[in-house]
């Protein structure tokens, strides 16, 4: 009886132990997963409480949108944003991603508007989180745009949600952002992309740009590093404009460090295809996304508003959609775009007066 009672309280010490120590490795990736202050992501401002027709319905449960917003396009995050508030009921955060010499301006155009009422958070990008991780040519150092890699570093932007939105500067929401989010990811999937091959805008031809709708329009299939990857140059790309993020996945997986390894690569090997000329953020999301990404409604991301100045879709298509996309070089801020007047409405003008439509004067800007 006395071995067993000695059995008995060894067994029990071992669980007490086996327990502590659970406990603190639980703690450990807690701490892992949540580390959210790398160098040069530092949140400056604040989230206003939750305004009161969201309370009163109960409609407590929140969406984090993220969406970046530089100097000189800083009305078209403004019209982003503004087009997403109304249209949900929905208990919307804004996670806007700015430089620093922007965030007094960015601060002033929403206390001092309409848009006094957003929640939002505005976050410090400092580009030297891309040293060593993109190519400058000194001879063009002012095209290279630090805040298109934002969406790159999704975890440490929105430390404490499990899923996100993210948006470009240069869409227009017509609908309710609730179910863009509500989008279903499948078991393992980190993101869910508009595949460019499913779109129902893949039939609109960009000019010059190559073959956009596959891997080899921006993959160099020359370079051994891609032909490694087995990754079929005919593949369906997508576009990483719009997507909605699984963030637990997101850290599960590392995505974060994988995109910066291939980043780091293409310094070093030059694996991206020239004949889409400054596209440096799609290829590494296309490589880690190989295969392993679920798709949004096409009518989520209609986009190629901004190809050219001609309509390439009919009103009717356009006012059905449930996001518009103006990527491409023309923006509705500035030279003539199809569909600007709808860009437009969401515009909030800038109080300090420095960001200004350049639109009217298009023609004389074409003539240069």
């Given at each position: 009886?006395?071995?067993i009672?000695?059995?008995?309280?060894?067994?029990?010490?071992?669980?007490?132990?086996?327990?502590?120590?659970?406990?603190?490795?639980?703690?450990?990736?807690k701490?892992?997963?949540?580390?959210?202050?790398?160098?040069?992501?530092?949140?400056?401002?604040?989230?206003?409480?939750?305004?009161?027709?969201?309370?009163?319905?109960?409609?407590d449960?929140?969406?984090?949108?993220?969406?970046?917003?530089?100097?000189?396009?800083?009305?078209g995050?403004?019209?982003?944003?503004?087009?997403?508030?109304?249209?949900?009921?929905?208990?919307?955060?804004?996670?806007?991603v700015?430089?620093?010499?922007?965030?007094?301006?960015?601060?002033?155009?929403?206390?001092?508007?309409?848009?006094?009422?957003?929640?939002?958070?505005?976050?410090?990008?400092?580009?030297?989180?891309?040293?060593?991780?993109?190519?400058?040519?000194?001879q063009?150092?002012d095209?290279?745009?630090?805040?298109?890699?934002?969406?790159?570093?999704?975890?440490?932007?929105?430390?404490?949600?499990?899923?996100?939105?993210?948006?470009?500067?240069?869409?227009?929401?017509?609908?309710?952002?609730?179910?863009?989010?509500?989008?279903?990811?499948?078991?393992?999937?980190?993101?869910?992309?508009?595949?460019?091959?499913?779109?129902?805008t893949?039939?609109?031809?960009?000019?010059?740009?190559?073959?956009?709708?596959?891997?080899?329009?921006?993959?160099?299939?020359?370079?051994?590093?891609?032909?490694?990857?087995?990754?079929?140059?005919?593949?369906?790309?997508?576009?990483?404009?719009?997507?909605?993020?699984?963030?637990?996945?997101?850290?599960?997986?590392?995505?974060?460090?994988?995109?910066?390894?291939?980043?780091?690569?293409?310094?070093?090997?030059?694996?991206?295809?020239?004949?889409?000329?400054?596209?440096?953020?799609?290829?590494?999301?296309?490589?880690?996304?190989?295969?392993?990404?679920?798709?949004?409604?096409?009518?989520?991301?209609?986009?190629?508003?901004?190809?050219?100045?001609?309509?390439?879709?009919?009103?009717?298509?356009?006012?059905?959609?449930?996001?518009?996309?103006?990527?491409?070089?023309?923006k509705?801020?500035?030279?003539?775009?199809?569909?600007?007047?709808?860009?437009?409405?969401?515009?909030?003008?800038?109080?300090?007066?420095?960001?200004?439509?350049?639109?009217?004067?298009?023609?004389?800007?074409?003539?240069?």
């Amino acid at each position: 009886s006395v071995n067993i009672s000695i059995l008995i309280v060894a067994v029990v010490i071992f669980l007490l132990v086996l327990h502590h120590n659970f406990l603190g490795l639980s703690d450990f990736l807690k701490r892992e997963l949540s580390d959210s202050n790398p160098l040069g992501l530092q949140p400056v401002d604040f989230i206003p409480a939750v305004p009161q027709r969201l309370t009163d319905e109960g409609n407590d449960k929140e969406i984090s949108v993220v969406i970046a917003a530089s100097d000189e396009r800083l009305g078209g995050a403004i019209a982003a944003m503004n087009s997403i508030y109304r249209h949900t009921r929905s208990n919307v955060v804004f996670h806007i991603v700015t430089l620093n010499d922007t965030v007094d301006h960015l601060r002033l155009w929403l206390s001092n508007t309409a848009l006094k009422n957003l929640r939002y958070r505005i976050v410090d990008f400092d580009p030297r989180l891309l040293e060593g991780r993109v190519q400058v040519d000194p001879q063009q150092a002012d095209t290279l745009k630090p805040l298109t890699f934002a969406r790159f570093y999704l975890p440490s932007l929105v430390p404490h949600a499990e899923k996100a939105i993210y948006v470009d500067d240069d869409i227009i929401v017509q609908d309710d952002i609730l179910e863009l989010y509500n989008t279903p990811l499948k078991p393992g999937h980190a993101a869910a992309f508009s595949d460019d091959c499913d779109s129902t805008t893949n039939k609109v031809a960009v000019r010059g740009a190559g073959n956009q709708y596959n891997y080899i329009g921006f993959l160099d299939y020359k370079k051994e590093t891609i032909r490694k990857l087995a990754m079929k140059a005919n593949t369906c790309s997508f576009n990483p404009g719009v997507f909605v993020a699984n963030l637990t996945e997101w850290k599960l997986q590392n995505i974060t460090k994988q995109l910066e390894k291939w980043m780091a690569l293409n310094v070093a090997e030059e694996l991206y295809s020239r004949t889409l000329a400054g596209s440096i953020t799609t290829p590494p999301l296309l490589i880690v996304f190989y295969k392993q990404h679920s798709s949004i409604d096409p009518m989520w991301n209609v986009r190629h508003l901004g190809s050219s100045a001609g309509k390439r879709y009919s009103p009717q298509f356009v006012k059905a959609a449930k996001l518009l996309h103006w990527n491409g070089h023309f923006k509705p801020w500035g030279r003539t775009a199809s569909y600007a007047e709808i860009w437009e409405k969401w515009y909030v003008p800038d109080p300090t007066g420095k960001f200004s439509l350049i639109r009217r004067h298009s023609e004389a800007y074409e003539a240069k």
